[in-house]
């Protein structure tokens, strides 16, 4: 089975504190997304990478940056925690954007 | 403009009745669509993907059906079990642009 892992189920973080989000997958796939979802409004792409040290911005890539060092791996960075980055982050990674995208079980961040 | 609308926002049903959800879609081209399940705090997983010539998809008590000259799905789940309660996430890729385009949901809930 496709596992897509990520390193937290809960944080909670200060305002100001630079945060990191780690996901792992274990199946090769060329394609990870960062996302993050709020009630009302689905799923929305912060980042995304296509391969090792490449990366793309998605519909709201403010306030975020990411590292692909290695093609498992793929982690979002909050460069300064803001109480409006308070959100459930969901980690996918693909092997294209048509084939099949696993999730990671989320990471519950509340920012105060 | 690539969107995709499910209906309805929320769902009541009693145990052991039938439902049905909505997936209404214009992304273009059209590749597959996909229906997801996530349970509350835990990452979205895959129940079926659609091509386009596939009619109808069942996977145990969840059958999908997609019409792709009206562009539209549904999923419809059989004799509700209480672990059917979940957010039931329609998703179509956008091969140009490597996204996904998420649905908001249909949360439903079955009473006993």
């Known amino acids: 089975d496709v596992k897509v892992t990520q390193s937290s189920r809960y944080l909670v973080k200060r305002t100001g504190e630079k945060v990191f989000l780690e996901c792992v997958q274990d199946m090769d796939h060329e394609n990870m997304f960062w996302y993050r979802q709020d009630p009302g409004l689905g799923l929305r792409l912060i980042y995304f990478s296509y391969d090792v040290k490449m990366k793309e911005k998605g519909d709201i890539p403010e306030g975020y940056s990411v590292s692909r060092e290695k093609k498992e791996r793929f982690s979002l960075i909050l460069e300064s925690a803001s109480t409006n980055q308070t959100s459930m982050y969901l980690c996918?990674?693909?092997?294209?954007?048509?084939?099949?995208?696993?999730f990671g079980q989320g990471t519950r961040l509340t920012v105060v | 403009k690539n969107q995709v609308e499910q209906s309805p926002q929320s769902l009541i049903i009693l145990e052991g009745k039938n439902c049905t959800l909505q997936c209404n879609y214009t992304v273009s081209p059209f590749s597959n669509l996909r229906w997801y399940k996530q349970d509350t705090g835990r990452g979205p997983v895959s129940l079926t993907i659609m091509t386009f010539s596939e009619n109808t998809k069942s996977n145990g008590r969840y059958t999908a059906t997609l019409d792709a000259d009206t562009k539209q799905s549904s999923l419809h789940i059989t004799a509700s079990q209480l672990s059917d309660s979940a957010s039931y996430i329609c998703?179509?890729?956008?091969?140009?642009?490597?996204?996904?385009?998420f649905g908001a949901g249909t949360i439903l809930r079955v009473k006993s």
């Open positions: 998703v179509v890729p956008m091969e140009y642009g490597n996204k996904l385009v």
């Open positions: 996918a990674s693909s092997w294209a954007v048509t084939t099949e995208a696993f």
